[in-house]
């Protein structure tokens, strides 16, 4: 840790998405420096339970993003420890479903928990409170993939709106675009039925381990990073992308081919 780096003890930080994967993970690390952590997801036990195994002051604000009243949960989640240092927004749903298939009802729910709920909950604190953003957008927020037309056009949103923060006001962002991390992402992505996807994609599982990912998360908030790419072979593809997009197409639609097998 370097002097001007952020010093994670007794920093109250509220973390969206944290029964599981990524969210989870960072709330390990974050226990571990002794912040004060509000827990948001849906699945109370869970919450729960890594609450219990965290050496620190912890709380539990368990609420379905999707339909919650997010003005009073923000307000909650301020009286909790009095104020809120960092908001970490975790909470998101992948997809798995080509475009041709995806009733606009899915896109609706993929906007809603990965796009307008961090932005809901920003939109209340911006009043009150100068809280470090940490957005968890993805890879799919920076370029198309197949199968992810909702999952893509909502993280690109929400990096459109943070970065936008960035140069508009005086808040702290960081916008965190990992590639793919070894988590259970991919057994809850929506399909075009509106169902869970319920399968453990096999790239899923050839991440990053959440742990790494969680440690470099941390590692450009402390630097007040504003942006923070993790990846591995997706950053070739991402550069692609931008250098030789005809090779981008060729490769990406390959997977066109997998979605939803
Ligand atoms: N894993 C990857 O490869 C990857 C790559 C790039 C970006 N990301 C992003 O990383 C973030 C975390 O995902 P993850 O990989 O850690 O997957 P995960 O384990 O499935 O985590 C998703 C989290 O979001 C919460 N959530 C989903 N819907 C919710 C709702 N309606 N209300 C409240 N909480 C809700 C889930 O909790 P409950 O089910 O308990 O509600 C869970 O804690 C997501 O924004 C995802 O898009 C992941």
């Known amino acids: 840790m370097q002097e001007n780096d952020i010093n994670f003890t007794g920093k109250v930080v509220w973390i969206t ?9 960072l709330a390990v690390l974050l226990a571990e420096k002794k912040a004060k952590l509000i827990l948001t997801a849906r699945r109370e036990a869970q919450l729960e339970t890594l609450a219990a195994r965290l050496d620190t002051n912890v709380i539990v604000l368990a609420a379905d993003l999707y339909d919650a009243d997010l003005s009073a949960l923000t307000g909650y989640a301020l009286t909790a420890f009095g104020n809120i240092d960092i908001v970490i927004h975790a909470a998101g749903v992948g997809q798995r479903s080509l475009a041709v298939e995806t009733p606009l009802e899915v896109y609706r729910q993929l906007m809603e928990i990965n796009f307008f709920v961090p932005v809901a909950i920003t939109g209340y604190l911006l009043p009150v409170c100068k809280a470090h953003m940490v957005v968890i957008g993805s890879m799919s927020g920076l370029m198309g993939f197949p199968g992810r037309t909702g999952y893509a056009a909502s993280k690109h949103a929400l990096k459109g709106y943070f970065e936008t923060l960035q140069v508009e006001q005086d808040v702290p962002v960081t916008i965190v675009s990992p590639g793919r991390v070894q988590t259970g992402l991919s057994l809850s992505a929506i399909t075009a039925s509106g169902k869970a996807h319920g399968v453990m994609d096999e790239a899923q599982l050839k991440g990053i381990p959440v742990s790494a990912c969680a440690t470099r998360i941390l590692d450009g908030v ?13 950053k070739y593809l991402y550069w692609l ?20 097998k």
């Open 222 to 234: 402390a630097k007040r990073k504003k942006h923070v790419i993790i990846a591995r072979k997706e």
């Open 241 to 260: 992308h931008w250098w030789w997009p005809a090779l981008y197409h060729k490769i990406a639609k390959k997977y066109s081919f997998t979605v939803g």
């Open 17 to 25: 998405g944290a029964s599981s994967g990524i969210g989870e993970a």
